[in-house]
Every structure is written in structure tokens, then in C-alpha cells.
């Protein structure tokens, strides 16, 4: 007889495998009843039937129920607008199950007549299964395809949509409002509302202002999504479009988002990324009232112009040059941002400093510091200042409406600096806008192994903007000097001493030269005039003759010294004085230069200061006597200059020379 044992192994085998047998100690067989296989298999059949009944009554359900009754209407208390679903639902039962509206828009509740803030084509809902057979609507995910958002240009000069006057997130942002304002530098986070919120993506999208009744379009091929499981957790955006014909793409984030829109402080990521310029932000921001920032900032573009352009500032695009970067500590607020620990690289030269950016005037100002080891002064001027870029075709239009745009006041220093051709050093200058007014002087540099100071003025007027340079170099090689200037002509090397101011009319850089009222005076110690040969030009001039200037080129003058002043109207510089003294002879020239047909017309003269031999000095003729030889006069060699400062010709002027 089996045991007992034995019975209940072969019960319990019976259970566990359909034919009854069980491996244990040994090999037992045992039958299982008929009757539990029949009810097992009812059991099977109706969970099947009924699963499938419920699949098949989903739509159905949801459709009578869910969509007509209740999406709308849970959409509605989330979002805190008026929603209404124009086209007939569809529900989607595979791979997800899911509502798909069309024809959705979101209203405010007040204003009937408005547009839609939002309107999108279709609106999918990812639903829940269970809610849905129980008669609930909870979804985690909604997507809008092809929307369209509506903002309104607010006083602070940014775009916005219309807030809404109620709703979930508006009732949480209350709610957590009342918390920040029991303890703003700790408020309690565990009292803040935890309603989810779940994700929102949007595809294909636009954003558009209205402008005299139409609407204009501000962003285009927007795409993204926003990830907010609750109120009280982190929430990221990330979104892409296109703005201005440029692809751009935002990413933002924040560990307390909602402490953030209830004027709290929270943590705070913001990265925005386009082709012409890129910035981010790491630090801790508030949205209230007197709402700040504070952290580490960063912002760069590959050319200075290209973003000026995009940006439509209005500041002189086809002038500004050069790349920039900006990497610095930023604290602001009430209207004011100060950038501390400040690096800064123009044209890849690196610089350091402090600057500050204030808001409470009519124009944003920017003051402050800024050091560099290397500066391209004409890169750093055309970000501000109409200077013609490097390479451009021929002198311009001035643009000086950057002067509307911003004021200005900014102290600088480099260790070295160029200025076109012009090579710097220890160099301390300024750089001003404000009404109207652009200045920009170099109060201290050395170059040519001497000082150089200069001014650059544009000052807009009801008549017109006048521009006004000023230049003195003291105590400079005037050889290198009048190379690095292009004047390479008959010019004394030597050390020396040279101003120059001119002033005109700045509509266009040709008619500030060709109109300018100044002066220009120079002198020059002992040295040399290179370029003359003056033997050869005293002999070609006694020839006769016209013969050009090239001809009596290969030589040189020492001299003891020589003086240059010149008056200027209209374009035109007139000689008032010019004189190259040397141990023998004496230069002097006259007449006048033109800046605008680069013509010559000068006479002038070579005196020789050689002592004649002098016979001896004799008395008054008496009876009988002599009378007494006067003194010769010195001899000199006269001559006219005509043709232009590229080929100068000379012309003897015969009759004279000699006497």
C-alpha cells in the first residue's frame, strides 16, 4: 500500500503537470479530476471574453464619455482656458491608447471676441485605460501638432502669450506664491502644491504677434517639449525653431520652477544656441517684482556683423568686424547688471575687467573698465563707431544712428594696440556715446619712440553730423611716422613733432577730407631729407626745363631742421609756412595742396647760405677815390611744383635764379 506520503505527492503532482506525473524520490503518475479541468477552463474563457469586451467598448466608452464630456473640460481646469474642440475625436486603441482631437483652440475666458492664444490642427492625448473604463480622464502626455501661439509685445519690450486667469497651474503658482512670501530666502518646499502636470510636446509650430490686424510672424518650425512630472518637481524645456531666418534651439531647466514663477529664487540653466551668436546662463534667477540674477554667463559670436544684422540693432552692421566672446560673473537687477571677474576677446585679443549695464535711463548705458595684453583698436571702434571695415571697396555712407541706440562709457588699456599699420604701446583710452555724441580718444600711447594722442568725434546736428579728428604725435621718428601715414615723399627723418586737426561734414568719409577746415603744423629736429639729390635738382633746374621729381630722387639732404604750417579749407592746405634749413641752403615752399584731385600747385626755392667772399670793406668814395662795393645778395634757384602727390613734376622759374 502507498503510504500516505505517497498520496500527497501524487496530489500534488496531479497539479503541477497536466498528465499527473511528478519527479521527486521516484517516478509517481497520478489522474487530475475532470471536474477541475473544466472549471479552470470556464475561469480562462470568461477573464478572455471579458478582456476582450472591454477592448472592443474602449472606444465606444471613451468616445461617449471621456472625449465628450470630460477632455475638453479637464483640459480646460489644467491649462486655465476656455478649450474647444471643433472636429470629431478619434480614439486609438493601439500601440497606445489615445485621443486625437482636431481643430483645438484655448481662449481666455474673459475675452470672447479675442483670438485664440493657442490654437493647434490636432491635439493628442495619451490616456489611461482604467480611468477611461471608470469614467475618468488622466493623461501624462499631450501632444500639439501644428499649433499656433499667440503673444503680445509687453512694456519690458519681450514677447509673451496671455496668462490665464485660472486653472491648475495658476491656482499652484497662488498657492506657492503664499509660501515664497512666508519665508523668501527659505520658503518650506514641502507645502507646495504636488498636482502633476505630466509632458507637452509640440511639433511644427509658430509663434505670431498681431500688427494692424494681421498676424506676423515671430518664430516659425518650432518644435520641443516640456517635461513636469509635478509642481513641486524639477521641469526642463527644450525647443527649437526658426527666428529671422536662422535656426535657434533653447534649453531650460530649473530644480524649482514653480518656487521660480511664484517670484522665489530658484536654480536656474539657460542655453540658447543659433549660427550667429550662442549664451547660457548657470546660476540662480527670481521672477518677482524686483527680480535678479546671479551666476556665471557666457555669450559668443563668430562675427561681430553677422549678429548685428540678425539682431536688427540698428548699430552700424556693415561696419562692426570681428569675433567676441564674453565670460563673466553677472548679478542683476532693479534695471542694472554688473559683470564682474569680465573676460572678454575681440579678434581673439583677450582682455579683463569690470563692466556695468544700467536700464534707468531712456537708452540702456554701459560703463566700465576693460584691460587688454593686445587690441585691434579699429575692430574694438567699429562695434560703435561708423569706421569703415578693413577691406572695404572705397570710403562710405557714416551710419551714425548707432548713436540712438545706446550710451557708452568705457576705459581702456592695452599693453599693445594697432591702429591699421600704426603699432602701439601702454595705450589708455576712452570710448563715449551719448546724445548724439561719439567720442573716442587715446589719451596716452607711445609708438614711433615718441607719444601719440588723438580724438575721434562724430557729433549728430540738426544740419548734419560733423566729424572732428585730432592727432599729436610728440617727439616720434617722423621717417616711420610718415610711412605708417602713406606719406612717403620728400618727408624729414628724423625726431619731431606733428598735430594735425581737421573737422567737417560726416555724411560720407570722402566729404570730411574733401570739405575739412583745420590746420597741420610740424617741425622736425637735425636729421636728414631723404629722396632729394640736390645737386642734380639745382643743375636740371638751371638747365631749364620741366622734369619730374622721380628724376632727382636718389639722394639725401642732411639738414639742421625744418617747420611746417599749413592752414585748411574746404579740402584745401595752404602753405603758410614751410622751410628745411641745412648747413648750405635753405628750402622754403608755398601754395596749396588739394585733398580731393590730390593736385600740386607750390612754387618755391632753394637759397644758398654759404658765405660769399667778401672783399674788403671800403670807405666812401672821396675825390680822387673809388667808390665802395655793397654786398652781393645770396644766391637762389626758384622753381614751380605742379602735377599731383603721386608724381610731382618741378618747373624752373627762369629770370630769377641767381638773384
Given at each position: 500500500m502507498p503510504s500516505q506520503s505517497h498520496k500527497d505527492l501524487k496530489s500534488v503532482g496531479a497539479w503541477l503537470h497536466p498528465s499527473g506525473d511528478f519527479v521527486g524520490n521516484g517516478n509517481i503518475r497520478g489522474e487530475m479530476p475532470s471536474s477541475l479541468i473544466r472549471r479552470g477552463v470556464w475561469v480562462i474563457g470568461v477573464a478572455v471574453l471579458v478582456i476582450a469586451l472591454a477592448f472592443a467598448a474602449l472606444p465606444l466608452i471613451a468616445s461617449t464619455r471621456i472625449v465628450?464630456?470630460?477632455?475638453?473640460?479637464?483640459?480646460?481646469?489644467?491649462?486655465?482656458?476656455?478649450?474647444?474642440?471643433?472636429?470629431?475625436?478619434?480614439?486609438?486603441?493601439?500601440?497606445?491608447?489615445r485621443a486625437i482631437l482636431s481643430d483645438v483652440t484655448l481662449s481666455q475666458w474673459t475675452e470672447a471676441d479675442a483670438p485664440p492664444?493657442?490654437?493647434?490642427?490636432?491635439?493628442?492625448?495619451?490616456?489611461?485605460?482604467?480611468a477611461a473604463l471608470q469614467g475618468d480622464v488622466a493623461f501624462s502626455t499631450a501632444r500639439l501638432v501644428r499649433p499656433t501661439i499667440r503673444v503680445e509685445r509687453t512694456a519690458s519690450g519681450f514677447y509673451l502669450p496671455s496668462l490665464p486667469t485660472g486653472g491648475r497651474i495658476t491656482r499652484s503658482i497662488d498657492t506657492a506664491r503664499g509660501v515664497v512670501s512666508a519665508n523668501p530666502q527659505k520658503p518650506d518646499l514641502g507645502r507646495l502644491p504636488s498636482d502633476p502636470f505630466?509632458?507637452?510636446?509640440?511639433?511644427?509650430?509658430?509663434?505670431?504677434?498681431?500688427?494692424?490686424?494681421?498676424?506676423?510672424?515671430?518664430?516659425?518650425?518650432?518644435?520641443?517639449?516640456v517635461n513636469w512630472a509635478a509642481m513641486n518637481s524639477d521641469a526642463t524645456l527644450t525647443a527649437t525653431g526658426i527666428w529671422r531666418g536662422e535656426s535657434v534651439q533653447i534649453d531650460f531647466s530649473s530644480a524649482r520652477p514653480l518656487v521660480l514663477f511664484a517670484g522665489g529664487a530658484a536654480p536656474v540653466t539657460l542655453a540658447f544656441k543659433a549660427a550667429p551668436a550662442t549664451l547660457s546662463f548657470d546660476g540662480v534667477a527670481s521672477m518677482s517684482q524686483n527680480a535678479y540674477l546671479d551666476g556665471q554667463a557666457k555669450f559668443a559670436?563668430?562675427?561681430?556683423?553677422?549678429?548685428?544684422?540678425?539682431?536688427?540693432?540698428?548699430?552700424?552692421?556693415?561696419?562692426a568686424i570681428g569675433?567676441?566672446?564674453?565670460?563673466?560673473?553677472?548679478?542683476?537687477?532693479?534695471?542694472?547688471?554688473?559683470?564682474?571677474?569680465?573676460?572678454?576677446?575681440?579678434?581673439?585679443?583677450?582682455?579683463?575687467?569690470?563692466?556695468?549695464?544700467?536700464?534707468?535711463?531712456?537708452?540702456?548705458?554701459?560703463?566700465?573698465?576693460?584691460?587688454?595684453d593686445t587690441l585691434d583698436l579699429r575692430s574694438f571702434l567699429s562695434a560703435f563707431t561708423p569706421i569703415a571695415p578693413t577691406g572695404q571697396a572705397g570710403p562710405g555712407e557714416i551710419d551714425t544712428s548707432f548713436a540712438d541706440k545706446i550710451n557708452l562709457d568705457l576705459r581702456l588699456s592695452a599693453a599693445h594696440a594697432t591702429a591699421g599699420p600704426i603699432q602701439l604701446a601702454d595705450v589708455a583710452a576712452t570710448a563715449q556715446v551719448k546724445n548724439g555724441l561719439a567720442v573716442f580718444d587715446i589719451s596716452d600711447a607711445s609708438a614711433f619712440n615718441g607719444n601719440i594722442q588723438s580724438s575721434l568725434r562724430f557729433d549728430r546736428k540738426p544740419d548734419g553730423t560733423q566729424?572732428?579728428?585730432?592727432?599729436?604725435?610728440?617727439?616720434?621718428?617722423?621717417?616711420?611716422?610718415?610711412?605708417?601715414?602713406?606719406?612717403?615723399?620728400?618727408?624729414?627723418?628724423?625726431?619731431?613733432?606733428?598735430?594735425?586737426?581737421?573737422?567737417?561734414?560726416g555724411k560720407a568719409w570722402d566729404s570730411i577730407f574733401e570739405n575739412a577746415d583745420g590746420?597741420?603744423?610740424?617741425?622736425?629736429?637735425?636729421?636728414?631729407?631723404?629722396?632729394?639729390?640736390?645737386?642734380?635738382?639745382?643743375?636740371?633746374?638751371?638747365?631749364?626745363?620741366?622734369?619730374?621729381?622721380?628724376?632727382?630722387?636718389?639722394?639725401?639732404?642732411?639738414?639742421?631742421?625744418?617747420?611746417?604750417?599749413?592752414?585748411?579749407?574746404?579740402g584745401v592746405?595752404?602753405?603758410?609756412?614751410?622751410?628745411?634749413?641745412?648747413?648750405?641752403?635753405?628750402?622754403?615752399?608755398?601754395?596749396?595742396?588739394?585733398?580731393?584731385?590730390?593736385?600740386l600747385a607750390l612754387s618755391g626755392g632753394i637759397v644758398s647760405t654759404a658765405q660769399p667772399q667778401q672783399q674788403p670793406a671800403q670807405q666812401p668814395a672821396t675825390s680822387g677815390q673809388a667808390a665802395v662795393q655793397a654786398p652781393q645778395p645770396p644766391n637762389q634757384s626758384l622753381f614751380f611744383v605742379g602735377g599731383n602727390w603721386s608724381t610731382p613734376f618741378i618747373s624752373p622759374i627762369s629770370g630769377v635764379s641767381g638773384q
Open positions: 465628450r464630456d470630460r477632455i475638453a473640460w479637464e483640459l480646460s481646469a489644467w491649462s486655465g482656458f476656455r478649450v474647444t474642440i471643433d472636429g470629431s475625436p478619434r480614439i486609438e486603441v493601439w500601440p497606445k491608447f492664444v493657442v490654437e493647434a490642427e490636432r491635439v493628442e492625448v495619451d490616456l489611461s485605460a482604467m505630466g509632458t507637452v510636446e509640440f511639433r511644427d509650430g509658430r509663434v505670431v504677434t498681431s500688427a494692424g490686424g494681421k498676424d506676423t510672424e515671430i518664430l516659425s518650425s518650432l518644435s520641443g517639449q559670436a563668430p562675427s561681430l556683423r553677422r549678429l548685428l544684422e540678425w539682431s536688427q540693432a540698428g548699430m552700424a552692421p556693415s561696419a569675433s567676441v566672446s564674453v565670460a563673466s560673473k553677472v548679478t542683476a537687477s532693479a534695471g542694472r547688471a554688473k559683470f564682474e571677474n569680465t573676460t572678454v576677446a575681440l579678434d581673439n585679443n583677450p582682455g579683463m575687467g569690470v563692466l556695468d549695464l544700467s536700464f534707468g535711463e531712456a537708452l540702456p548705458v554701459i560703463s566700465g573698465t576693460l584691460a587688454f566729424v572732428e579728428m585730432r592727432l599729436l604725435a610728440s617727439d616720434v621718428e617722423t621717417g616711420a611716422f610718415a610711412t605708417a601715414a602713406g606719406m612717403t615723399r620728400l618727408v624729414p627723418a628724423g625726431t619731431g613733432t606733428v598735430s594735425i586737426i581737421l573737422k567737417g561734414p590746420s597741420f603744423s610740424a617741425t622736425f629736429g637735425p636729421g636728414s631729407l631723404n629722396g632729394l639729390n640736390l645737386p642734380a635738382f639745382l643743375k636740371r633746374n638751371e638747365q631749364g626745363g620741366f622734369f619730374a621729381l622721380d628724376d632727382v630722387a636718389d639722394g639725401s639732404l642732411p639738414i639742421d631742421g625744418a617747420e611746417i604750417k599749413a592752414s585748411i579749407s574746404k592746405a595752404r602753405l603758410d609756412k614751410a622751410e628745411v634749413n641745412s648747413q648750405k641752403y635753405k628750402i622754403w615752399l608755398s601754395g596749396i595742396a588739394s585733398y580731393a584731385g590730390r593736385g
